[in-house]
Each structure stands twice: as C-alpha cells, then as structure tokens.
C-alpha cells in the first residue's frame, strides 16, 4: 500500500497562481495529478516518471509543470495562470504496473 499526502489547494483569482505538492511513502515509478469535478469524470492533469519524462492534458500545457524529487519522494504541480474552468478537486496519483494509489484530494477554486 502506498500513502499520498497532499498540500497547497485553495482559493485564488483567475490569473493566480498555486502550487499542490504530493508526499508518496516510497518511490514510485510514475506520478501525477488528476482532477474531478461533480457529475463528471477524473481526468488526466500531469504525469511525470522518475526518469522525468511529462505528460501533460491540453488544457493545462503551457500552464502548469509538473516535477518531481526522488529522493523526497514528492511531486508538485506549479499551476500558473489559473481559469475559473480549473476548479476542482485535484488528486495526486501513484502508478506501480498494474496498481493505482491515490490521495486525499485538495480543492482547487479558481474565482473570476
């Protein structure tokens, strides 16, 4: 079983900024955040692997990064230039083969 601690959602303006960090129990091979709001699916935000190799949904490249420390065993999402469209729950995400982990989940709002 692996833990993921998350930190760092909150409120904040379109146009701000946040950034979400994610605390894993032990290294894992790839990690990222995904994000869900009511009535609809959980949906890709970012993945990185501990190579560094990013993967990123169009919606959100060029505006958030993703990165990681292995050693920490942490991974972050630098959000910039925030929508009102990008409220939601995001929850850190811990791939291993054929397991999936993840956290809590922290809120994200975005006001206009």
């Known amino acids: 079983q692996v833990q993921l601690v998350e930190s760092g959602g909150g409120l904040v303006q379109a146009g701000g900024s946040l950034r979400l960090s994610c605390v894993a129990s032990?290294?894992?091979?790839?990690m990222g955040w995904y994000r869900q709001t009511p009535g609809k699916q959980r949906e890709l935000v970012a993945t990185?692997?501990?190579?560094?190799?990013?993967n990123y949904a169009a919606s959100v490249k060029g505006r958030f990064t993703i990165s990681r420390d292995n050693a920490k065993n942490t991974v972050w999402l630098q959000m910039n230039s925030l929508k009102p469209e990008d409220t939601s729950v995001y929850y850190c995400?811990?791939?291993?083969?054929?397991?999936?982990?993840w956290g809590q989940g922290t809120q994200v709002t975005v006001s206009s």
């Open positions: 995400n811990a791939q291993t083969g054929s397991l999936n982990f």
């Open positions: 032990t290294t894992i091979f790839k």
């Open positions: 990185i692997t501990m190579h560094g190799s990013t």
